[in-house]
C-alpha cells in the first residue's frame, strides 16, 4: 500500500536521492504550473476532466465517481506501462491529494508499483513556496549586471553561469525579456512557475558567498520579482556594462530576430509610440514596417531606451549600491572585463 509524504519530507529526501515526481493532473493544469522538475502523467485529460467536474457539480459525487471510473478503465494499460517505465522512487500528486492522486498510488500498488503520494498536492506545496519566499534568509551578497538595453547581460550571465558561477537568471525564468517587446517569440511563465524556479535557486545558492543576477525593475513582464532578491540589491554590488549603440543593436537583432516577428514588433512598438518626439516615431515605424531594422532598433535606443535607463541609474547611484564600470567595444571584451570585475570584488570586498 502507499504512503502519504508531506512535503517537507519529500524536499529533504531529495537532497539525498533522485525522486520522480509525477504530475496526474490534467495536461492544461500541468500546463499552469507545477513543481519544477516533474513529468505528467495525466489521470484525466482536459475534456474528460472537465466532464468529470461537471457531473460532480450537476449530479453528485457517486455519479462522477462512476464515469471517472469508466475513463480510467479505458486507459489503464498504458497508464500503467508509462509508470513501470520510471525508475526508483515515485511521488505523485493531484492539486490537494485528493481523489486522482489516490486512485493512482492505489492502481500503482495493485499492480506491483511502490509509489507515495504527496500529501496535499500541489497546493500544499505551493502554500510552502509563498511561506519559504516571505521568511528565507538569503545571506549570499548580490552582485548586480546592469547596462543598458542590449549590452548582452542575459548571454553574459548564462556564460557566466555555465562557467559554475552562482547565477540566477531572472528573464530565463520569467520567460520574458522586461521590455516592451520582451515576451516576442517567448512563452511567458505565470508567476506561480516563477516563484517556484526562482525559490529553487534561491535555496541552491543560499550558502554561496555571492551571487549574479541581472538588474531588473520590480517587474518583469507580468512577472513581481519577490522583495528576498528584490530587495537584497541595495546592499550589493553593480557591475554596468556600457558599449557603443551600433553594438547594442546588433545583440538586440541577434536575440530577438526582428524579422521573425514583423506583426508582434510593430503592435508592441504601438504601446509606446506616443512617448517618442512624434518625426522619429514616424521614422521609426517606417523602418519597422519596410523590415530596416536595424535603423529602427537604433533610433529606439537612442531616443527611448536610452533616457529610460539614465533615469533608473540615477535612483541606483541614490540607492547607496557600490558601482564599478566596464566600458567595451564588443561583447566579448566585455564579457572579459565583466568576469575581471566579478574577480576583484570577490576577491577584494567579500574577502573581509
Not at 499552469?32 to 453528485?60: C, H, K, W
Amino acid at each position: 500500500m502507499f504512503t502519504d509524504i508531506p512535503w517537507t519530507e519529500l524536499s529533504e529526501k531529495r537532497l539525498h536521492k533522485p525522486v520522480t515526481l509525477i504530475d496526474v493532473r490534467s495536461p492544461g493544469e500541468f500546463g499552469n504550473a507545477t513543481i519544477p522538475g516533474s513529468v505528467n502523467i495525466p489521470l484525466f485529460n482536459d475534456e474528460e476532466r472537465a466532464e468529470v467536474g461537471t457531473i460532480y457539480t450537476q449530479v453528485g459525487t457517486e455519479a462522477a465517481k462512476e464515469r471517472g471510473l469508466e475513463l480510467v478503465s479505458a486507459k489503464l494499460p498504458a497508464f500503467i506501462k508509462q509508470f513501470s517505465a520510471i525508475p526508483g522512487d515515485k511521488v505523485v500528486f493531484c492539486w490537494r491529494g485528493g481523489m486522482r492522486s489516490k486512485t493512482t498510488a492505489t492502481v500503482l500498488s495493485l499492480m506491483g508499483i511502490y509509489s507515495q503520494r504527496l500529501a496535499g498536492g500541489y497546493r500544499a506545496y505551493r502554500q510552502w513556496v509563498t511561506e519559504q519566499l516571505d521568511t528565507l534568509a538569503f545571506s549570499p551578497t548580490p552582485i548586480v549586471l546592469q547596462g543598458s538595453t542590449g549590452s548582452g547581460k542575459t548571454e553574459m550571465l548564462l556564460r557566466l553561469k555555465q562557467e559554475g558561477l552562482p547565477v540566477i537568471d531572472l528573464e530565463g525564468m520569467a520567460g520574458h525579456r522586461g521590455s516592451i517587446f520582451g515576451g516576442i517569440g517567448l512563452r511567458p511563465n505565470n508567476q506561480k512557475t516563477f516563484d517556484s524556479l526562482l525559490l529553487d535557486a534561491l535555496i541552491a545558492y543560499r550558502d554561496e558567498p555571492f551571487v549574479l543576477f541581472e538588474a531588473e525593475s520590480k517587474r518583469v513582464g507580468k512577472i513581481v520579482v519577490p522583495d528576498v532578491l528584490y530587495g537584497s540589491r541595495s546592499r550589493g554590488y553593480q557591475i554596468t556594462v556600457e558599449l557603443p549603440v551600433e553594438v547594442r543593436a546588433v545583440q538586440i537583432l541577434r536575440d530577438y530576430e526582428p524579422w521573425k516577428h514583423e506583426q508582434a514588433c510593430i503592435a508592441s512598438f504601438s504601446r509606446i509610440r506616443e512617448r517618442i518626439h512624434t518625426p522619429i516615431a514616424a521614422e521609426i515605424e517606417g523602418c519597422l514596417r519596410t523590415g530596416r531594422f536595424q535603423p529602427a532598433v537604433e533610433l529606439l535606443l537612442k531616443h527611448y531606451y536610452d533616457p529610460l535607463y539614465a533615469h533608473s541609474t540615477a535612483a541606483a547611484l541614490d540607492s547607496g549600491i557600490r558601482i564599478m564600470t566596464v566600458t567595451a567595444d564588443s561583447i566579448d571584451s566585455a564579457y572579459a572585463e565583466v568576469k575581471r570585475a566579478i574577480e576583484s570584488i570577490t576577491r577584494n570586498a567579500l574577502a573581509h
